[in-house]
């Protein structure tokens, strides 16, 4: 294991190296940990990252992002400048020597996306980085420990090898057998590091000398195969073996090659074909040769045990078919086949940067049913997405079979209708057993949702052992966790984060028991839930890059992204704006400029597209609409112009915004007139000025999102703002205190409501156990999100899907206005405190990893209307902090009066300026309790 290994499992300055010349023995030198040296007040500057990675494996941009966080001891602590160094080895680093890249000292706050300004990088070249910064006061931090990242291929001329794969075949009795592909080789030297890039479509899995490589299942995530191909890094050093080795790949259908007939037509895809396969093994010597093993014609193939694989129907797995030790050196493969020459997809060859799915937690069954003879049915106690790990014994020759389902029918079987995957077969995997003792085996190139799993074909009843249940998906990182005194509001959080986390398959994959794709506006709607409690950076950018990919010369967007061509003639502004809202809130979120540099023409296009296809009045039309509100709708049954037009807005308020971080001034009054005129042409043509409320002339009375709508984006004339949120409010309480919104005014009522002083109200909606509401899904057994309001409504087919995260919306709003945390600026540099106490909760909590470090709020109500608020803000950001106190309130700080000596700058009346560190606020008041709900029967809950 050379120095970058080392680096990159976590051998820091504690242990530095010194590499014995021509060898990889290390000698370790400890020493006590920098913090522990670091003057109170000094910086520490720590959690390097490269391209919002740690030390990562097979970069290929150019110019890699460098990023850090501080720490410090003292309050308002920030960075004044910073000096980046980067070298080749460790040990010039160690000495202060950059061979790379100094980039001298920068007076700059900025410790985010900090652009590699050296010469140009090479391929396969590791690099090692470190940073030491000056805080405000020009005092100078020790260097921080290094960090590394490697170069991968960034060039079509790096790759040597050939696609490969077993060929056209003939599918037969419902079976196209999974390949197998081999190559043994030699090493003659001692080896100093070794890679493997990889690169299949549609998935594939590699094993080095009968050892499974990485971790990684589904890999690597889809794509438009016309456009872009991802290719992935392995450090495969600690595999090798002296002389002879063996490779060995399996093959998966994907996306790319499959063959169950959709709704949305796969397999008409213009670049669908047969899987293949794309790897280059480097072996580096240590005096400095190379070795190159690539797929070429030396490669053998042949059928696997796997028969049959997809990502809609599942999978079938002969164990009789398994050829033990396949990947094992001195394997006989006579009877093997010479790979045939695969034409390559035309798409251009790019290093997969996001996380890569994996297994991630293994659930044990609670129960087991027979609803009728022979016929079992296992509870795993909670909706899961993935499959089941299989542990079974019996007769050679007998098929096992596993239904997987959300729901159960009357009569305890599990329920499988559905309308959109043809053949008859769906989520259903076949084992057939070879005999002679305990199988074990789990599905590996299909995904699932379920709760219940139907097995079929056991002689003997089984025991739970039998089946446990598996957690899949894109292994990216917890950022975010909220709780409250409501047992309710803390279920409803739980719930949303299950569903997002279920959906996050290398794509936002909507639906992920009937559909699998990337639904845009099921996306859009919950980006700040997935940015907020999971690190989806990076799984958000590759999304983005799936928009340009997808995007047509005209600048049209599909609905589903990627998409093998279906979804483009269909109108949607309120879906396809995913692009520019995807775009904009990574800069909000992750403060990443890039990603408005790169797509910022693109989505410029995109929405002059969608201007030029204006109907008469002016206005933005769909297909689509406030979709699935109650009532049985899928559209809605208002003008659904009201919501395309708001969109539409919407979109040309984020390029002008995006203009100007970009330098783009001339951009901007053109983007903006665009925006007048069609706020104008929507409040003609919406707004009742005598009754306060947006209609329109196919309105049964319906017309909560669009008055939330017009309000949340800014439509409404000021004049109006408050009267359209009074109506707003009033028909909320006029109906019982119930929201009447689809997926698009759900994920802006309860914010609106709030900001317009109706807390009281949007607390009434979010407290709800009736219908329709979060709490009825609770009460009704949920624990993932629900596709529709309604119990049974189905109108497709099939019935609502049970994990569909369609209405996660509600999620921002626990963070960002019951605990008040917003980003006030990119990147959250400045940092939003704004609680909103009022109604029920006697306390709430929430913590944020943003890429500055955690922001953590804590508010509790104290004895005679008191408030406490504790708050702690990283290094190299400030907190602008309003406390929901009534004029004549003691506020106090830590027991003390806020004031700028202790770094806090007060604002006016209730609103304080604040740098990083711990605080506690105090305000206590004689007015009695605050916040008591008016009729505690509208909010019944635990506390």
């Known amino acids: 294991m050379d120095t970058f290994e080392l680096v990159r499992h976590g ?116 690099y090692y980085w470190k940073v030491q910064v000056w805080n405000q006061d020009g005092r100078r931090s020790a260097w921080s420990d290094p960090a590394g990242w490697e170069m991968g291929l960034m060039s079509p001329d790096d790759w040597t090898g050939r696609w490969i794969g077993r060929g056209a075949q003939e599918a037969s009795a419902g079976e196209s057998p999974a390949p197998l592909l081999r190559r043994e080789f030699t090493l003659d030297k001692p080896v100093r590091h070794a890679r493997v890039y990889v690169a299949g479509v549609g998935y594939h899995e590699l094993e080095l000398n009968g050892q499974r490589v990485g971790d990684h299942v589904l890999d690597p995530a889809c794509t438009d195969y016309d456009k872009r191909v991802l290719y992935v890094t392995h450090d495969v050093t600690d595999m090798l073996k002296p002389g002879r080795n063996a490779l060995g790949a399996e093959l998966g259908r994907g996306f790319f090659g499959l063959r169950t007939s959709t709704a949305w037509a796969w397999t ?74 695969m034409d390559p997809p035309r798409g251009r060859l790019v290093a997969q940067s996001m996380e890569p799915i994996r297994e991630l937690e293994t659930v044990d069954a609670v129960s087991i049913s027979e609803p009728r003879p022979g016929v079992y049915v296992f509870d795993m106690g909670r909706t899961l997405g993935g499959w089941a790990h299989l542990r079974v014994d019996g007769e050679r020759g007998a098929r096992i ?42 599905a590996r190139f299909s995904h699932k949702s379920f709760r219940y799993i139907e097995v079929t074909g056991l002689d003997h009843a089984p025991g739970l052992a039998m089946l446990r249940g598996q957690e899949v998906r894109s292994s990216v990182r917890a950022t975010g966790g909220f709780s409250s005194s ?110 408005l540099a ?72 053109g983007l903006k007139k665009q925006a007048s005129e069609l706020r104008e042409r929507f409040n003609i043509t919406f707004l009742d000025r005598n009754r306060g409320i947006y209609r329109t002339r196919t309105d049964p009375g319906y017309r909560q999102c669009s008055n939330a709508i017009a309000l949340a984006f800014g439509l409404a004339p000021p004049e109006f703002g408050q009267r359209v949120a009074d109506q707003l409010a009033a028909d909320v309480r006029a109906r019982g205190d ?20 109706y807390v009281d109200v949007a607390h009434a909606i979010a407290g709800q156990r009736t219908f329709p509401s979060w709490g009825f899904w609770l009460a009704n057994g949920a624990d993932t999100l629900w596709e529709t309001w309604e119990l049974q409504q189905t109108g497709q087919g099939r019935p609502p899907s049970h994990d569909h995260y369609l209405f996660g919306s509600i999620d921002p709003w626990f963070y960002e206005q019951i605990a008040g945390i917003t980003p006030a600026a990119p990147a959250y540099e400045r940092i939003g405190i704004e609680p909103f106490i009022d109604g029920p909760l006697q306390w709430a909590s929430a913590w944020m990893d943003t890429v500055r470090g955690r922001v953590t709020v804590h508010w509790k109500k104290i004895p005679e209307g008191g408030l406490e608020l504790t708050v ?66 509208q909010h019944p809950d635990k506390t």
């Open 872 to 937: 702690d803000i990283p290094a190299n950001a400030t907190a602008d902090i309003r406390l929901p106190v009534k004029a004549g309130d003691t506020v106090l700080e830590g027991g003390l009066p806020p004031v700028k000596e202790r770094g806090i700058e007060p604002l006016g009346g209730s609103a304080y300026r604040v740098g990083s560190g711990h605080y506690v606020f105090t305000a206590s008041s004689n007015q009695g309790q605050r916040g008591a709900v008016a009729d505690p029967r």
């Open 11 to 126: 051998v820091t300055r504690r242990q530095f190296l010194t590499l014995a010349a021509g060898t990889t023995a290390a000698v370790v030198i400890p020493f006590l940990p920098a913090y522990a040296a670091v003057p109170r007040g000094d910086l520490v500057p720590g959690n390097l990252k490269t391209e919002s990675a740690c030390n990562p494996l097979g970069v290929d941009v150019p110019g890699p992002r460098l990023s850090w966080q501080l720490s410090s001891r003292e309050r308002g602590a920030r960075q004044g400048a910073y000096r980046v160094l980067v070298a080749t080895s460790q040990i010039q680093l160690a000495q202060d020597r950059a061979d790379v890249w100094d980039s001298g000292r920068v007076n700059s706050a900025s410790s985010v996306d900090i652009d590699y300004a050296g010469p140009p990088l090479q391929a396969r070249q590791r």
């Open 738 to 757: 119930h929201l009447n919104t689809g997926a698009l005014g759900t994920a802006v009522l309860l914010p609106v409501l709030t900001d317009a002083g």
């Open 598 to 669: 790169d797509h910022y023409d693109g989505v410029r296009r995109y929405v002059e597209w969608e201007m030029g296809r204006l109907d008469p009045s002016g206005l933005a039309t769909t297909d689509l609409g406030d979709w699935l509100a109650p009532g049985g709708y899928t559209q809605p049954p208002e003008d659904s112009r009201l919501t395309a037009t708001a969109y539409l807005y919407r979109d040309l308020q984020i390029l002008a915004s995006s203009a100007a971080v970009l330098g783009r001034a001339a951009d901007i009054p």
């Open 268 to 341: 008409k895809a213009a670049w669908h074909g047969d899987p293949r396969l794309l790897l280059q093994l480097e072996v580096t010597y240590i005096d400095g040769t190379r070795l190159v093993v690539a797929t070429d014609m030396d490669w053998r193939t042949t059928d696997g045990p796997t028969r049959f694989d997809s990502l809609y129907a599942g999978e079938t797995y002969d164990a009789r078919a398994v050829q033990p030790g396949w990947s094992q050196l001195d394997f006989h493969d006579d009877n093997w086949l010479p790979v045939m020459a």
């Open 401 to 442: 079979i596993l239904k997987y389902a959300q729901q159960l029918k009357a009569d305890g079987t599990v329920n499988l209708d559905q309308g959109y995957v043809h053949g008859g077969r769906f989520q259903t995997d076949e084992y057939v057993l070879r005999g002679g003792g305990i199988e074990t085996w789990h």
């Open 486 to 595: 409501s047992y309710l509001y803390n279920q409803i959080h739980a719930m949303v984060n299950r569903s997002v986390g279920h959906h996050l398959l290398g794509i936002p994959a909507v639906d992920v028991m009937y559909e699998k794709i990337g639904w845009t506006a099921d996306a859009q709607l919950n980006t700040p839930s997935m940015a907020i409690n999971y690190d989806t950076h990076r799984f958000l950018a590759k999304w983005l890059d799936d928009f340009a990919d997808s995007q047509t010369t005209e600048g049209g967007i599909p609905l589903i992204v990627p998409s093998g061509g279906w979804g483009y003639d269909a109108q949607g502004p309120e879906w396809k704006a995913a692009y520019p809202i995807v775009m904009w809130e990574l800069y909000r979120r992750f403060g990443d400029r890039r990603a």
